[in-house]
């Protein structure tokens, strides 16, 4: 296991916004990973804003974690395909490739698989360095489920059960908000096989909940495979 952690960590980058006049001028959304050619960073349509500050020159910007001293690294990105059904976006980065991750079968994933995944879960509080967690893929169930009544049904339920519903990863682990675009990959191999979702997934998922609980989920790499073959 520690050698797949140092193998991904390379690959892991925080998604935000820059504004030079701002303060701070990065302003942290989520985590991403490179995939495909390198230059590929995937994440969470959610993790980017609706609309950039044009006036004031805001731009999506990634910044690769430090190493072995070194602060933080930031690239400008662009956004070049988004899925809002399945929330996954891709951006392309300026210069030098990263090490993409491989992506893996989802067809091999089981229930009572332990995996692994890297992210930003509190931001950029305690500096951009990944932080790994572990857990067990509890269930594969269908993201969207009938409420009980109608007064569980909200607008955005509803669409999603009309759009049709599609499998999920639902994990033993706590994620949290910063987690939002981060790889949940093979503990050995360290290819990906889903994206965790801190938003898109609960808002529906949990919409029964009185209490937000501590269950973490993730949207299947299918998805991802899918939006790659689009964006080529």
């Known amino acids: 296991m520690p050698e797949t ?18 303060s701070p001028a990065f302003a942290f959304r989520g985590t991403g990973f490179a995939v495909g050619d390198g230059t590929l960073i995937a994440t969470n349509a959610h993790v980017l804003p609706e609309a950039l500050q044009t006036e004031g020159l805001e731009s999506i910007m990634v910044m690769i974690a430090g190493v072995e001293g070194r602060g933080p690294q930031p690239r400008e990105a662009k956004t070049i ?9 891709l951006l392309r980065v300026s210069g030098a490739p990263l090490p ?6 989802p067809a091999t994933v089981r ?3 332990t995996a692994l995944f890297t992210g930003f879960p509190i931001g950029s509080v305690l500096g951009l360095f990944p932080v ?13 489920l009938p409420s009980a009544t109608a007064q569980q049904l909200d607008e955005r339920l509803i669409r999603r059960l009309q759009s049709g519903a599609f499998p999920v990863f639902q994990l033993d ?3 949290y908000p910063g987690n939002s675009g981060s790889p949940l990959y093979d503990i050995e191999t360290g290819a990906v096989i889903g994206i965790i979702n801190m938003v898109f997934i609960k808002g529906t998922k949990e919409s029964a909940l009185s209490q937000p609980s501590g269950i973490s989920f993730a949207v299947p790499v299918q998805f991802l495979q899918e939006l790659l073959r689009t964006a080529n």
Do not use: C
């Open 100 to 105: 993409a991750m491989r992506l893996g079968n």
């Open 5 to 22: 952690i140092e193998r991904v960590k390379p690959s892991i980058v925080a998604v935000g916004t820059f504004q030079k006049t701002r």
């Open 173 to 175: 682990a706590t994620a």
């Open 132 to 144: 790994t967690h572990r857990g067990m893929i509890a269930s594969i169930t269908p993201i969207a």
């Open 111 to 113: 229930e009572g698989q």
């Open 81 to 89: 395909a988004i899925d809002r059904q399945h929330d996954l976006a």
